[in-house]
């Protein structure tokens, strides 16, 4: 049976609003990400609010792909750029700081760090990984400032909406005090990304899509949506390899994100449907490895059930 592609923010039959569908229709141009380490710590490592960071996170914060620490800022950049060039030539670039929380400092380091990509000719947008404790009115009114000259993302690490499942992994952090960070950035231009990660610790699959639901709900830009990857030399690996939890199969996730996707309105940009983990570092799965099995087997059940993102949502 042969199904019309329903979904309106496609080009490409694709049934979920892709992540380039929105950089071509908003640059007219093939945009990459610059993965850059500026450095920075986290609150959940230094005692603020926890130590040992989140227990999925191993001791580069998430930033495996992000320059090297040891190059400044803008020989990180250029080398990243220099290197993506040499597959998209005429591409664009977003300045993605990646590593750690990107926003936890005094307005005066952000400044330092921000300022100058904000000034270059050569990227159209600026991505900020951070947490939303580490955000306030004032650091949020400087990003704001940076608007005038670039696209700035915030991308808010969340992961579920579930507090039992933040302490599970010691998150360090409310859904509450992401929700009052939503609040904060609602009314200004910056673009909010959120992180999900499916197959954490004891959460059902009525969880994981109790997450999507409300994320959808609250006025956002854009989501990524991971599978959980358990890693060498991370507390949860320690757990894993102590005493091992169930972790979805591939056709599990699948079937879950398609899922998810139906409840979550059309307009929201899906970032990412699969995330990267370091293969000689990763314990498992290992079928995540395969990201482009995983995208074609989301796409081929998508159309197999004549679903798209939003399907389930009241017009």
């Known amino acids: 049976?042969?199904?019309?592609?329903?979904?309106?923010?496609?080009?490409?039959?694709?049934?979920?609003?892709?992540?380039?569908?929105?950089?071509?229709?908003?640059?007219?141009?093939?945009?990459?990400?610059?993965?850059?380490?500026?450095?920075?710590?986290?609150?959940?490592?230094?005692?603020?609010?926890?130590?040992?960071?989140?227990?999925f996170c191993g001791a580069l914060g998430s930033g495996e792909y992000a320059g090297n620490i040891h190059d400044d800022l803008a020989i990180q950049f250029t080398k990243g750029q220099e290197m993506m060039l040499k597959k998209w030539p005429n591409g664009k670039s977003i300045a993605y700081f990646q590593a750690y929380s990107n926003t936890y400092a005094p307005c005066d380091v952000l400044k330092a760090t921000f300022d100058p990509f904000a000034a270059r000719k050569d990227i159209c947008a600026i991505s900020i990984a951070t947490r939303a404790d580490c955000l306030d009115e004032e650091k949020i009114t400087y990003l704001q400032s940076l608007t005038k000259e670039k696209e700035i993302w915030i991308e808010l690490g969340l992961q579920s909406i579930h507090d039992s499942t933040a302490k599970r992994i010691n998150r360090g952090h409310t859904y509450q005090q992401f929700l009052d960070a939503i609040a904060l950035l609602k009314d200004t231009d910056l673009k909010i990304c959120v992180h999900l990660i499916n197959s954490l610790p004891n959460e059902s699959e009525k969880m994981m899509l109790e997450t999507a639901s409300a994320v959808g709900l609250l006025p956002i830009h854009a989501v990524k949506i991971h599978m959980l990857h358990i890693m060498e030399n991370t507390k949860l690996a320690e757990e894993y390899l102590t005493s091992p939890f169930p972790v979805l199969t591939r056709e599990e996730y699948v079937d879950i994100v398609i899922k998810q996707l139906e409840r979550i309105p059309a307009h929201i940009v899906i970032q990412r449907l699969t995330g990267d983990g370091v293969k000689e570092a990763l314990i498992t799965p290992d079928w995540t490895l395969k990201k482009v099995v995983v995208l074609n087997e989301i796409d081929k059940e998508m159309k197999r059930r004549n679903t798209w993102q939003g399907k389930l949502l009241k017009k």
């Open 1 to 55: 049976m042969t199904y019309q592609n329903p979904f309106p923010y496609s080009d490409d039959n694709k049934r979920y609003h892709t992540w380039n569908y929105y950089l071509k229709h908003r640059f007219h141009s093939k945009v990459f990400k610059v993965a850059l380490n500026a450095n920075f710590s986290c609150p959940n490592r230094d005692g603020t609010c926890g130590v040992g960071g989140c227990s």
